[in-house]
């Protein structure tokens, strides 16, 4: 089992940045695809990334919404167990809860309690 537990969100202006961070308990870190999920307001969760395993050289390949492509940058320390969202240029829509997840495929198996994210003027 993992415990995922997150954090660094906050209130933004559009335009600004956040990086969310996703601690992860236990040894076996490394051999989950982990992903980041949000939810809006009123809506239902939302697939925002996945960072594959990488094995010894790291984190592995990488996969984005198309709502967060080239904004946002998701990367792994296997190392520290930690999981990251770096989140540039930040919209309004982009105002959700995050959650990390992993273990299988959608829904996942292990999430974490989620960090909110505010962007707003």
């Known amino acids: 089992e993992v415990q995922l537990v997150e954090s660094g969100g906050g209130l933004v202006q559009p335009g600004g940045f956040l990086r969310l961070s996703c601690a992860a308990s236990?040894?076996?870190?490394?051999?989950?695809?982990m992903s980041w999920v949000r939810q809006a307001p009123g809506k239902g969760p939302e697939w925002v990334s996945t960072?594959?395993?990488?094995?010894?050289?790291?984190?592995?390949?990488?996969y984005y919404a198309d709502s967060v492509k080239g904004r946002f940058t998701i990367s792994r320390d296997d190392a520290k167990n930690t999981l990251y969202l770096q989140m540039n240029n930040l919209k309004h829509e982009d105002t959700a809860v995050y959650y990390c997840?992993?273990?299988?495929?959608?829904?996942?198996?292990?999430w974490g309690q989620g960090t909110q994210v505010t962007v707003s003027s």
């Open positions: 997840a992993c273990g299988g495929n959608w829904p996942y198996d292990y």
């Open positions: 236990g040894s076996t870190f490394g051999s989950y695809d």
């Open positions: 960072i594959n395993t990488g094995g010894n050289s790291g984190g592995g390949r990488t």
